[in-house]
């Protein structure tokens, strides 16, 4: 397959770690070579929280500014945060939910409209898909399957190389069994909104 | 079974750089291992704990680098095959034994993991470790992928044993913290007990041995340098005249570079992979074959200056440079962009790829820094203190969560250069100023190298207090025990050690054990402190309730929620608590009910007693 350079970005807490490691299980059981780069530590504990995973034929874990085939935001001010990694060509797939950061409730800054930030990003890169990825997982029967949603918006968009079925297949086997139903909902609402 | 002693030689796992070495490591035959945590290394020593419970492994959580290092020598020195790991300032606390080990050396291999952390994603300096290769003369080796974090442990081992000297394997958190696949290979038993060997006369580095001992050092650098000469990653692809060498994690993003800019050609590219000792011989006839050179390494210019002086001894007069060609400097990580950029300015290539989104009109975006968490006793110990002393008191701080004191609006932090210099340093503030002075530290902090400096304040009398944050575990690590946790919680047999006898033990007489939940007795108990006139310590206990949570050992308490009859609104709570499960909403505040744990911290805090537990 070609090259694709895919961010996510998220809060601590949303799981987006999980869905980068799982995109990467299902890369490699489908024979495409992929690199997927966490951070962890400091950063995770309620901070903003970045992975990537590479797949094709490229070695190199991060991804530069302006270079990422697909942006997946989890939350919509880290979404607009993490812009610079795109160019007009990107795909950003966004949850349109906030997640305030504590600045806020303490007076340091205002939450840009939603809306605004909604402008924003459509103007600049090449298409956006997004959705409201906490209602979805609700719907689904587990407000924690953000990342099982914001995963099947990604496969859903037809972008990569990566059949559902498969995905679907790395979630069974890594997921406890109590959340498997709610999960597998949830990357089939994520799919459909995306479709 | 832990997924890593899978035995399916061949079979391709995805494991995270950290992962894979720990595999590699068990691939080797491994039987010793010992670590204190740091991130990016800290995955390593998870699976050794995790595996030591289901194999014959032993494994120990140790009490600082210096400690594991000196644990794990004396294990090599029977010959069990030993890892040690730690991350890159840790390498400091353990440079004491290090530097004559190397005179000493090892009969089992032993392989020491350090983790440089570039950009200092969870550190305090991003020093080079590759200097310590040098310092010591230990061999180095530098893997540039995850199946190469695998690869090159089984041969540190193999290497270390053939030379009887320790050899680091340098990552970078890049490394540590990528998963890519891994083909796995055979496992090897693990030996429970080797034997030592009396040699006083080798092993006790009196100045008449450690004499012949240096001169022994040397010949086996000799012995490793041709090693290196002849490394497999020591390695050149292509023949151009275009000369780039690289390191590590930027191995990837210059070959991504040649690719991407269509150069493959024109380049002759060596990947450095035994870094220490470098291959003299193998660079003077890559010099001699290319018309310029790049060097491509984060951090210091270690190669470079290391090319350079191998040229001018070769009468080579050829352009080498790696600082300063487009973006590389010696500031925090490189990247592909950055690399490709590098490449195609030093050497006149042409690059067309997209351009970043222009962000000019972006507004002011409120910041997210990362927090305590919800319900976390450090908040509720920091505002007690604030409480007892306000805002003028100097705070000396330690290394772990409790450093995001540092912001606001708790900003109880005021000092920190490394792990136990909230102690120390807090002698020193003392002394030389007529200041208040109360330090923070935290449990594992305290075991790791608070003691000597609480040893120091009491004999030489300084006046101050020191708080230790006891929350039972190392928690920002990702909650490892230390010599002071119930480690049965976890499912291991450790003896523990009580942090208040310790204190006592060191002479400290005005100490105080708190439960920092109980906002008005802590305060009390602050406040006691504050008048004493010597050495006071308050043991704040606590579970972190991210730990209890995942040990079963979290009371059932209710959430909270504010009564909007009562409250007026004079936000104390959130203002002074910045609690995460509290946000405002049209003006009002509003806790998360899936969010709170129920501490009921802020419901002490709130002056008009609005805060209460949910109804059923």
């Given at each position: 397959?070609?090259t694709?350079?895919?961010?996510?970005?998220?809060v601590?807490g949303?799981?987006n770690l999980?869905?980068s490691?799982?995109?990467?299980?299902a890369?490699?059981?489908?024979?495409?070579?992929?690199?997927?780069s966490?951070?962890?530590?400091m950063a995770?504990?309620g901070?903003?929280?970045?992975?990537?995973v590479?797949?094709?034929?490229?070695?190199?874990?991060?991804?530069?500014?302006?270079?990422?085939?697909?942006?997946v935001?989890?939350?919509p001010?880290?979404?607009?945060?993490?812009?610079?990694?795109?160019?007009?060509?990107?795909?950003v797939?966004t949850?349109l939910?906030?997640?305030?950061?504590?600045?806020?409730?303490?007076?340091q800054?205002t939450?840009?409209?939603?809306?605004?930030?909604?402008?924003?990003?459509?103007a600049?890169v090449?298409?956006?898909?997004?959705?409201?990825?906490?209602?979805?997982?609700?719907?689904?029967?587990?407000?924690?399957s953000?990342?099982m949603?914001m995963?099947?918006?990604?496969?859903?968009?037809?972008?990569l190389?990566l059949?559902?079925?498969g995905?679907?297949?790395?979630?069974?086997?890594?997921?406890?069994?109590?959340?498997?139903?709610?999960?597998?909902k949830a990357?089939?609402l994520?799919?459909?909104s995306?479709? | 079974?832990?997924?890593?002693?899978?035995?399916?030689?061949?079979?391709?796992?995805l494991?995270?750089g950290?992962?894979?070495v720990a595999r590699?490591?068990?691939?080797?035959?491994?039987s010793f291992?010992?670590?204190?945590?740091?991130?990016?290394?800290?995955?390593i020593?998870?699976?050794f704990?995790?595996?030591s419970?289901?194999t014959d492994l032993?494994?120990?959580y140790s009490t600082?680098?210096k400690?594991a290092?000196?644990?794990?020598?004396?294990?090599?020195?029977?010959g069990?095959?030993?890892?040690?790991t730690?991350?890159h300032v840790?390498?400091?606390?353990?440079?004491?034994p290090?530097?004559?080990?190397?005179?000493?050396g090892?009969?089992?291999?032993?392989?020491?993991v350090?983790?440089?952390?570039?950009?200092?994603?969870?550190s305090?300096?991003e020093q080079?470790?590759r200097?310590y290769a040098?310092l010591?003369?230990?061999?180095?080796?530098?893997?540039t992928?995850?199946?190469?974090?695998?690869?090159?442990?089984?041969?540190?081992?193999?290497l270390?044993?053939?030379l009887e000297?320790?050899?680091?394997?340098?990552?970078?958190?890049?490394?540590?913290?990528?998963?890519?696949?891994?083909?796995?290979?055979?496992?090897?038993?693990?030996?429970?007990?080797g034997?030592?060997?009396?040699n006083?006369?080798?092993?006790?580095?009196?100045?008449?041995?450690?004499r012949?001992?240096?001169?022994?050092?040397?010949?086996?650098?000799?012995?490793?340098?041709?090693k290196s000469?002849?490394?497999?990653?020591?390695r050149?692809t292509g023949?151009?005249?275009?000369?780039?060498?690289?390191?590590?994690?930027?191995?990837?993003?210059t070959?991504?570079?040649?690719?991407?800019?269509?150069?493959e050609d024109?380049?002759?590219?060596?990947?450095v992979?035994?870094s220490?000792?470098?291959?003299r011989d193998?660079?003077?006839?890559?010099l001699?074959?290319?018309?310029k050179v790049l060097?491509?390494e984060e951090?210091?210019?270690v190669?470079?200056t290391?090319l350079?002086?191998?040229a001018?001894?070769?009468?080579i007069?050829?352009?080498?440079q790696?600082?300063g060609?487009?973006?590389?400097?010696?500031?925090y990580?490189?990247?592909?962009?950055?690399?490709?950029?590098?490449?195609?300015?030093y050497?006149?290539?042409?690059?067309?790829?997209?351009?970043?989104?222009?962000?000019?009109?972006?507004?002011?975006?409120p910041?997210r820094?990362?927090n305590?968490?919800?319900?976390?006793?450090?908040r509720?110990?920091?505002?007690a203190?604030k409480?007892?002393?306000?805002?003028?008191?100097?705070?000396?701080?330690d290394?772990?969560c409790?450093?995001?004191?540092?912001?606001p609006p708790?900003?109880?932090?005021?000092?920190?250069?490394c792990?136990?210099?909230?102690v120390s340093?807090s002698c020193?503030?003392s002394?030389?100023?007529?200041?208040?002075?109360?330090?923070f530290?935290?449990?594992?902090?305290?075991?790791?190298?608070?003691?000597?400096g609480?040893?120091?304040?009491?004999?030489?009398?300084?006046?101050f207090?020191?708080?230790?944050?006891?929350?039972g575990?190392?928690?920002m690590?990702?909650h490892?025990?230390?010599?002071?946790?119930?480690?049965?919680?976890?499912?291991?047999?450790?003896?523990?050690?009580?942090?208040?006898?310790?204190v006592?033990?060191?002479?400290?007489?005005?100490?105080h054990?708190?439960?920092?939940?109980?906002?008005?007795k802590?305060v009390?108990?602050?406040?006691?402190s504050k008048d004493?006139?010597g050495?006071s310590?308050?043991?704040?206990?606590?579970?972190?309730p991210?730990?209890?949570?995942?040990?079963?050992?979290?009371?059932?308490?209710?959430?909270?929620?504010?009564?909007?009859d009562?409250c007026?609104n004079?936000?104390?709570?959130?203002?002074y608590?910045?609690?995460?499960?509290?946000?405002?909403?049209e003006?009002?505040?509003?806790i998360?009910?899936n969010?709170?744990?129920?501490?009921?911290?802020c419901?002490?805090?709130c002056?008009?007693n609005?805060i209460?537990?949910?109804?059923?």
């Amino acid at each position: 397959m070609d090259t694709k350079r895919c961010v996510f970005v998220g809060v601590g807490g949303q799981g987006n770690l999980l869905a980068s490691r799982l995109l990467g299980e299902a890369a490699l059981a489908a024979g495409i070579p992929a690199v997927v780069s966490e951070i962890h530590g400091m950063a995770q504990r309620g901070g903003v929280v970045e992975s990537a995973v590479l797949m094709g034929q490229v070695t190199s874990p991060i991804v530069s500014n302006g270079e990422a085939d697909v942006l997946v935001g989890f939350e919509p001010l880290e979404t607009l945060r993490t812009l610079g990694k795109c160019s007009k060509e990107t795909l950003v797939i966004t949850n349109l939910q906030p997640l305030p950061p504590f600045t806020v409730s303490i007076g340091q800054g205002t939450y840009p409209a939603v809306d605004g930030i909604m402008d924003l990003v459509s103007a600049k890169v090449n298409r956006v898909i997004s959705l409201r990825g906490n209602d979805l997982a609700e719907e689904a029967g587990n407000p924690l399957s953000l990342n099982m949603v914001m995963l099947g918006a990604l496969i859903g968009a037809g972008v990569l190389d990566l059949a559902p079925d498969g995905m679907k297949e790395v979630i069974s086997t890594s997921t406890k069994k109590a959340f498997l139903d709610s999960n597998l909902k949830a990357f089939d609402l994520g799919m459909e909104s995306a479709a | 079974m832990h997924k890593l002693l899978t035995d399916s030689p061949g079979k391709e796992m995805l494991l995270l750089g950290n992962e894979a070495v720990a595999r590699g490591a068990l691939e080797a035959g491994l039987s010793f291992a010992t670590c204190y945590p740091g991130t990016p290394s800290s995955e390593i020593p998870l699976q050794f704990f995790q595996i030591s419970q289901e194999t014959d492994l032993y494994f120990e959580y140790s009490t600082n680098e210096k400690v594991a290092l000196e644990v794990g020598a004396g294990a090599a020195a029977c010959g069990l095959r030993t890892m040690v790991t730690m991350k890159h300032v840790g390498m400091n606390v353990a440079a004491d034994p290090l530097m004559t080990l190397a005179y000493v050396g090892v009969k089992g291999g032993m392989v020491i993991v350090n983790a440089d952390d570039p950009f200092m994603f969870s550190s305090q300096n991003e020093q080079d470790n590759r200097f310590y290769a040098r310092l010591s003369g230990l061999p180095m080796l530098e893997p540039t992928s995850t199946q190469e974090m695998k690869d090159m442990t089984i041969a540190a081992f193999e290497l270390s044993e053939e030379l009887e000297l320790p050899v680091i394997l340098r990552t970078t958190t890049r490394l540590n913290h990528v998963r890519g696949a891994v083909k796995l290979g055979d496992l090897k038993p693990i030996r429970t007990k080797g034997e030592f060997q009396k040699n006083p006369f080798h092993f006790v580095t009196v100045p008449a041995v450690s004499r012949n001992l240096h001169k022994l050092h040397l010949e086996k650098y000799d012995k490793a340098l041709a090693k290196s000469e002849s490394w497999a990653e020591n390695r050149i692809t292509g023949g151009g005249r275009w000369g780039v060498v690289a390191n590590g994690v930027s191995v990837n993003y210059t070959g991504d570079a040649i690719r991407d800019l269509g150069i493959e050609d024109k380049v002759r590219f060596m990947q450095v992979g035994m870094s220490w000792p470098l291959p003299r011989d193998l660079i003077t006839g890559f010099l001699k074959e290319v018309d310029k050179v790049l060097v491509v390494e984060e951090l210091e210019p270690v190669m470079e200056t290391d090319l350079k002086a191998i040229a001018q001894e070769n009468g080579i007069t050829i352009p080498i440079q790696g600082k300063g060609v487009g973006g590389l400097s010696r500031l925090y990580e490189y990247d592909p962009g950055m690399v490709r950029k590098a490449v195609a300015d030093y050497f006149g290539a042409e690059y067309k790829g997209p351009a970043p989104v222009d962000l000019s009109d972006l507004p002011q975006l409120p910041a997210r820094p990362p927090n305590l968490c919800a319900g976390c006793p450090h908040r509720a110990t920091y505002y007690a203190v604030k409480k007892a002393y306000g805002s003028d008191a100097i705070h000396p701080t330690d290394i772990g969560c409790y450093t995001l004191g540092l912001l606001p609006p708790i900003s109880m932090a005021d000092y920190l250069i490394c792990m136990g210099s909230s102690v120390s340093s807090s002698c020193g503030f003392s002394r030389a100023s007529d200041q208040k002075v109360v330090s923070f530290i935290g449990d594992s902090t305290f075991f790791h190298s608070g003691i000597t400096g609480l040893v120091d304040a009491v004999h030489n009398d300084h006046k101050f207090t020191l708080v230790v944050l006891d929350n039972g575990t190392t928690a920002m690590t990702g909650h490892q025990p230390h010599p002071g946790v119930d480690a049965g919680a976890m499912g291991v047999q450790r003896t523990r050690v009580s942090i208040e006898e310790v204190v006592r033990g060191c002479g400290v007489k005005d100490v105080h054990v708190v439960k920092p939940f109980k906002v008005n007795k802590t305060v009390e108990a602050i406040q006691a402190s504050k008048d004493y006139d010597g050495v006071s310590v308050v043991i704040s206990e606590e579970l972190c309730p991210l730990f209890a949570k995942a040990t079963g050992q979290m009371r059932k308490t209710k959430p909270f929620r504010v009564n909007y009859d009562k409250c007026k609104n004079h936000r104390d709570c959130i203002n002074y608590l910045a609690c995460p499960a509290m946000y405002l909403q049209e003006e009002k505040v509003v806790i998360d009910k899936n969010l709170c744990n129920g501490c009921a911290v802020c419901a002490q805090v709130c002056p008009e007693n609005a805060i209460l537990p949910v109804k059923d």
